[in-house]
């Protein structure tokens, strides 16, 4: 939902795929769970670059500061598999950086998700639904 109305709305979009360098793990690129979902595959007739990382932070061995910087972006809605992993520590780094950080939480989540978003609250990011993240994407 909110990738199909960030692509109507024609705001950038930048895919980061986790690729595990341990063998075992099913994010490792030779496992099936390594594959992306057909819905968050990145659409190449909208430009929408994939990064591959091999670590927490999506900053780390990618060049995704240089693109965000030279696209002038100053806010990042971050979105991912699992909240208190690659989500956490990439919106850390974000907002080491200087990136107003937003993350959406899931109404239908565990403990961990909310306890990894109260940790982020405020001092690195704003914690929003979805509902409030579509309602500004239909305001610009």
């Known amino acids: 939902m909110l990738l199909s109305s960030f692509r109507k709305a024609y705001l950038p979009i930048i895919h980061v795929k ?19 979902e057909d819905y968050a595959k990145p659409l190449t007739t909208n430009n929408e670059p994939l990064l591959h990382k091999s670590v927490n932070s999506a900053f780390i061995g990618t060049d995704l500061e240089k693109r965000l910087r030279e696209q002038g972006t ?20 974000a907002g080491n950086l200087g990136f ?25 990011a704003t914690i929003v639904t979805t509902k409030q993240i579509l309602e500004s994407i239909a305001t610009l």
């Open 100 to 124: 107003r950080c937003i993350l959406c939480k899931t109404i239908k989540a565990n403990e961990v998700h909310f306890n990894t978003l109260a940790s982020l609250n405020e001092e690195f």
């Open 18 to 36: 986790h690729d595990s360098s341990t063998l075992t793990s099913p994010l490792h690129p030779s496992h099936a769970g390594n594959e992306l």
């Open 74 to 93: 100053l806010s990042l809605v971050i979105v991912g598999l699992t909240t208190n992993h690659c989500c956490e520590t990439t919106t850390r780094m």
